[in-house]
């Protein structure tokens, strides 16, 4: 079984520009969370897809942040125009519906940096 | 509040034991889980204990949790090198992680 793939694994831009990450789960899994990392500090809970659908984005840090899960596979995170507090490890897990957080996989992670 | 609070660092040689602490908040949280990060890999769930034990062992890893002083350890015995990464304590809130800052532990050989 496939994991839960993500990329690019690092993305270095300017502030200003725009950036898309893209996080692939595992086939089958209808939940799908984002999170991140600032850099020495804790993991930070973003948002929660259900298939298409976006069942909590309270962890959302402003409206420059845009997720999508169309057609309930694969998700992407825009964040335009990037900030440089936006530099950090983004995080994508995937689940299958019920089995909560003990069924978690995560990604590698993008290691995102704003100069 | 959502705090959950680990020490960032923690140096050992090679052959003895490890104890990395976190304090949590959430007296309500099910489970607590500890989460380890090798560099360039993604976070690996190591094990979880349920909120109404206070030790579960597994190999050569123990958990131990004092409810009621919301403190969580991992032990880790007989350290290696590749035991060398972030280790992360966790709990879950509405079907979410809140995690702690993270504890680098360095092995020394």
């Known amino acids: 079984e496939a994991g839960v793939t993500q990329f690019p694994s690092h993305s270095v831009i300017e502030k200003g520009q725009t950036v898309t990450l893209r996080c692939d789960p595992i086939s089958g899994h209808d939940n799908l969370y984002w999170y991140r990392r600032v850099m020495g500090k804790e993991i930070k809970f973003l948002l929660h897809f259900v298939k298409e659908s976006k069942q909590d984005e309270s962890g959302m840090p402003n409206n420059r942040f845009l997720a ?7 998700s992407t995170l825009k964040v335009q125009p ?3 507090e936006d530099s950090g490890v983004y995080f994508c897990a995937s689940s299958h519906e019920g089995q909560g957080v003990r069924g978690y996989t995560f990604g590698s992670g993008t290691r995102l940096t704003v100069v | 509040g959502e705090d959950v609070e680990q020490s960032l660092f923690l140096s ?3 052959g003895d034991s490890s104890v990395i602490n976190c304090t949590y908040t959430d007296s309500s949280s099910t489970y607590l889980y500890w989460y380890k990060q090798e560099p360039g890999a993604g976070l690996q769930l190591l094990t979880y204990i349920f909120s109404n034990m206070d030790m579960k062992q597994d190999q050569r890893l123990t958990v131990l949790l004092n409810k009621k002083d919301k403190h969580l350890s991992l032990r880790i015995a007989d350290t290696q090198t590749g035991d060398s990464a972030i280790y992360f304590c966790a709990e879950s809130q509405a079907g ?3 995690f702690g800052q993270g504890t680098t532990l360095q092995v020394k050989p």
């Open chain 2, 96 to 98: 979410k992680l809140i």
């Open chain 1, 82 to 84: 990037a900030e440089l």
């Open chain 1, 68 to 74: 999508e899960r169309t057609g309930g596979t694969y």
């Open chain 2, 12 to 14: 050992v040689r090679e």
